[in-house]
């Protein structure tokens, strides 16, 4: 079976991932990375009391790129993104995971599978 998100499917899911399972990276060695600078440009434009992740999925439809920095494997797993990859890597969760996301019945491991879906292109960690 293959499914297949638009855009705004994608971006939403990405973004619930982010809220709820970046801590676990950490985890594993990794860690996540961007431009200050980019970071604080979109952030300029955003209304008082925005979250965090909400610059973060700001920085991605600016154009900008977010890398997950390998710090325990000397730079092996070290991968960046940009919103086509949101866009193209979403919808090859593993199925059960990326229905759970779907029917709101998502948890910390849900968003752990997407994100590393997204960076890896598949489940290395875990």
């Known amino acids: 079976m293959e ?3 638009n855009a705004k499917e994608s971006e939403e ?9 970046l801590h676990y990276m950490n985890g594993y060695g990794l860690e996540l990375d961007f431009d200050e ?3 604080k440009e979109c952030r300029k434009g955003m ?3 925005v979250c965090y992740e909400d610059v973060l999925m700001q920085m991605l439809r600016d154009g900008y790129k977010l890398t997950m920095n390998d710090i325990e494997c000397e730079g092996e797993y070290t991968r960046s993104i940009g919103i086509e990859e949101v866009h193209e890597r979403v919808q090859n969760t593993p199925l059960d995971h990326l229905q759970n996301m779907i029917n709101e019945n998502d948890d910390a ?4 599978v997407i ?3 997204v ?7 875990g």
């Open 109 to 112: 491991e849900t968003a752990d």
């Open 47 to 49: 209304p008082q009391g």
């Open 13 to 21: 899911y990405f973004y619930n991932a982010l809220c709820n399972g």
């Open 119 to 125: 960076f890896f292109e598949d489940i290395i960690f």
């Open 37 to 39: 600078s980019e970071y």
């Open 115 to 117: 994100l590393q879906t």
């Open 3 to 5: 499914i297949k998100l």
